[in-house]
């Protein structure tokens, strides 16, 4: 917070003084956005965050505050920032990085997050096979004899405990508790709130593919 900037309080009484009564109106809306945004702890006090805010309760929209005629309210919104250490600028879109990884961290059950652990280093071995077999622009058919094919390596036989912890991993329960939903037709696990993705396609398809072959053993 800047002691050495006028309050916005002092900032919106001067911009009153000689406005006209519609600007008052659309200034008070600006103040109360402002006031809002600062009593939730956001610091975005920017003409794009204020003004789709302002036009859905009736006042000036983006474009107004904008133009050379919003002065006055951009004058508001840089009085906000000063005062609340904000920004008079969109911050950029948060990039979630290593989102699976930092969800792994997450699991309190030491056998559920071992598995799901070997299941996501598969997931994303299978992902990259697929991009580069994409970027294959040209097709070449080898028609050398193949080698005598090795024996399959069959699925490890999984304990009690392990399949239970499996089953948890994509349980309606667990996922209501995380807030997070199965997209059914990509096996894609996405947060409930946003639609963030928190495990890539396939995750819970792997998981209950593990499932239904422990299951004929």
């Known amino acids: 917070m800047q002691d050495s900037h006028p309050s916005p309080d002092e900032v919106l009484s001067a911009l009153k003084h000689d406005a006209t009564p519609r600007m008052r109106r659309s200034l008070d809306?600006?103040?109360t956005l402002c006031s809002e945004q600062h009593q939730r702890g956001s610091r975005d006090f920017s003409v794009a965050t204020i003004g789709r805010l302002?036009?859905?309760?009736?006042?000036?929209?983006?474009?107004?505050?904008?133009?050379?005629?919003?002065?006055?309210?951009?004058?508001?919104?840089?009085?906000?920032?000063?005062?609340?250490?904000?920004?008079?600028?969109?911050?950029p879109a948060k990039v979630y990085s290593g989102t699976a990884e930092?969800?792994?961290?997450?699991?309190?059950?030491?056998a559920v997050r071992a598995i799901v652990g070997v299941i996501m280093a598969e997931n994303?071995?299978?992902?990259?096979?697929?991009?580069?077999?994409?970027?294959?622009?040209?097709?070449?058919?080898?028609?050398?004899?193949?080698?005598?094919p090795t024996p399959a390596?069959?699925?490890?036989?999984?304990?009690?405990?392990?399949?239970?912890?499996l089953s948890q991993a994509i349980s309606e329960e667990f996922l209501r508790v995380q807030g997070w939903q199965i997209d059914t037709k990509t096996g894609r696990v996405t947060s409930t709130k946003d639609g963030r993705p928190i495990f890539t396609a396939g995750f819970a398809t792997a998981i209950k593919k593990v499932l239904d072959s422990c299951g004929n053993q």
């Open 124 to 148: 994303r071995k299978l992902k990259g096979e697929n991009t580069l077999l994409k970027s294959q622009a040209q097709i070449t058919v080898d028609r050398r004899r193949l080698p005598e």
């Open 54 to 91: 302002s036009s859905a309760r009736g006042g000036p929209a983006t474009q107004t505050i904008r133009n050379k005629y919003g002065e006055h309210y951009r004058t508001l919104l840089v009085a906000w920032a000063a005062f609340a250490d904000g920004q008079t600028r969109k911050p």
């Open 153 to 165: 390596l069959s699925m490890p036989t999984l304990l009690p405990v392990e399949k239970e912890a």
């Open 29 to 31: 809306i600006i103040q």
């Open 102 to 110: 930092d969800v792994l961290g997450m699991i309190d059950d030491a």
